[in-house]
């Protein structure tokens, strides 16, 4: 068994494990049921835990060589947390490396102030009603501690992950109820269920009905840089500016530039340990520029520097920022959207594609993670709820539950990110509402658990007798349409903003 320290990759908890391995989490009697999980991401290892709660047998292949604790930073709204709720030592220790009184500003590309800093979870709206609940509507994790917190949590349960597993096929069949995989090195292995959880162009998908999934690029690019809080804040511009808010709260800020913004955020944990500093620049590349998708495709300061030089008038602290990065530290990564895929299944539903690899989404959605957790904890129920003997009505019906849903979200990132790159910053000095990522009630204040209880019956009995199923985890009055990124593109050039019906706040 592969085991993970306390200490993964220069991560470390500020408490250690002492007590936290003998939690008691309430596990379901076996089920019989063999799951294989591809990929150690987030979404992966919530499936793995899940599965594991619900009775189901588990291993965690990752093609990694070892445990990783790499990323910078993401959001996970509360919809994507409850499941924490089932785990007595994972949430204590979420609960020491989660970001409290986290503080949000927007500001022009220049410096120039839009309206004054507010607590990050005040941004959502209803975040009222959430003010004697256990957690708020979102939170932004820094994405080391929250993947060593998974790892942490499949240790204290024994559950293996094999690394150095590349994937090089999926397969299924049916006469004997098995989904497959095969290894680079020519090694089979077989499960009741497949689940592809590695991203990307995973090999899952020439198994997936429909055409293929196309990346669709946008000529934009995001920097993403990550790298000890202290080198920043050695810097005495950079401190002030970027530093901890009043020298101890994180603080995060969305900087607007035509066609342009830059978000950064200083973190340190609730014991003041752990310090990071990340950011994100998305920008515009000149015509012809084509990046490739890749994690390793690291650019240098002097790089991201020339970008800043296109739109004049940034200041000359976040140019010291760049400045003061480390070398290869800072990710570039094209924006090229996907086309929703409504079947994330092979036909006879033995490999399911699970976060990426079924519904990658644009950084604007703030979704990603929150959608692959979501995932995790719905396959789980329905197997619960399927049984050994129905594995493929578990899957066809998690299909049923996700795919409107997951639609929305992806739609909701192009909303964003007109939002960010098509308002008149002229007009948004005092308000940056105007400007604010939408993060609506229905996504948030969803239980994908109960929701997937409450509704597996007749979601399932859908399949058979023909009836609809209407979901509703979803904007109340929205009537789900199969769109394409082409549309939102033809929309966008004879000026139009997409105008959504239904309740979307």
């Avoid at 320290?5 to 500020?14: A, N, P, Q, Y």
């Avoid at 397969?171 to 109820?177: F, I, L, N, P």
């Avoid at 009055?477 to 979307?504: A, H, M, N, P």
């Amino acid at each position: 068994m592969a085991h993970f320290s306390e200490d993964i990759d220069g991560v470390k908890l500020s408490n250690g494990h002492e007590g936290l391995f003998g939690d008691e989490v309430k596990r379901a009697a076996s089920t019989g049921i063999n799951v294989l999980i591809i990929g150690g991401g987030v979404g992966g290892l919530t499936t793995a835990l899940e599965c594991y709660r619900k009775g189901h047998a588990v291993r965690v292949f990752e093609r990694s060589p070892k445990a990783s604790a790499g990323g910078d930073m993401s959001t996970i709204g509360a919809s994507g947390l409850h499941f924490l709720d089932h785990y007595p030592g994972m949430q204590r220790e979420y609960d020491d490396v989660t970001t409290h009184n986290l503080w949000m500003r927007y500001r022009k590309w220049t410096g120039e102030d839009i309206g004054e800093p507010f607590p990050f979870a005040a941004g959502a709206p209803g975040s009222d009603l959430h003010k004697h609940a256990s957690r708020p509507p979102m939170q932004t994790q820094q994405r080391p501690l929250f993947h060593a917190m998974l790892y942490h949590q499949l240790e204290r349960f024994g559950i293996k992950v094999r690394f150095g597993m590349k994937v090089v096929e999926y397969y299924e069949d049916t006469e004997r109820r098995v989904g497959g995989v095969i290894t680079d090195n020519g090694e089979k292995f077989e499960a009741h269920l497949v689940v592809a959880a590695d991203g990307l162009n995973s090999k899952s998908q020439s198994l997936i009905p429909g055409p293929a999934e196309q990346a669709k690029p946008t000529g934009r690019t995001v920097f993403r840089g990550a790298f000890p809080l202290e080198i920043a804040t050695a810097d005495p511009l950079v401190n002030e500016t970027f530093g901890l808010r009043e020298g101890k709260y994180p603080f995060q800020q969305v900087w607007m530039g035509p066609d342009t913004h830059c978000v950064i955020q200083s973190y340190v944990d609730k014991h003041g340990n752990n310090g990071r500093l990340c950011f994100g620049l998305a920008f515009r590349e000149p015509e012809g520029q084509v990046r490739k998708e890749s994690w390793h495709d690291t650019v240098s300061s002097e790089e991201m520097l020339k970008v800043l030089d296109r739109l004049p008038g940034w200041p000359e602290s976040i140019r010291r920022l760049i400045e003061v990065t480390p070398p290869e530290t800072i990710i570039a990564w094209p924006l090229n959207p996907r086309d929703p895929q409504w079947t994330w299944h092979s036909p006879g539903a033995r490999v399911l594609q699970l976060g990426d690899a079924a519904h990658p989404f644009l950084p604007t959605s703030g979704n990603g993670a929150t959608q692959a957790i979501e995932d995790g904890v719905t396959i789980a129920e329905c197997l619960a709820q399927a049984g050994k003997d129905d594995v493929p009505t578990a899957v066809k019906t998690h299909n049923l539950l996700r795919a409107d849903r997951v639609s929305c979200c992806q739609l909701l990132g192009f909303v964003n990110a007109e939002r960010l790159h098509k308002t008149d910053l002229s007009s948004v000095s005092r308000d940056p509402s105007k400007i604010a990522f939408k993060t609506p009630r229905w996504i948030w204040g969803l239980d994908p658990e109960v929701y997937a209880r409450e509704n597996y019956a007749r979601a399932a009995a859908s399949l058979g007798d023909g009836q609809e199923f209407r979901n509703e985890n979803i904007p109340k009055g929205y009537t789900v349409k199969r769109w394409s990124i082409d549309e939102i593109e033809e929309r966008q050039k004879r000026g139009g903003r997409l105008e959504l019906e239904g309740d979307w706040s």
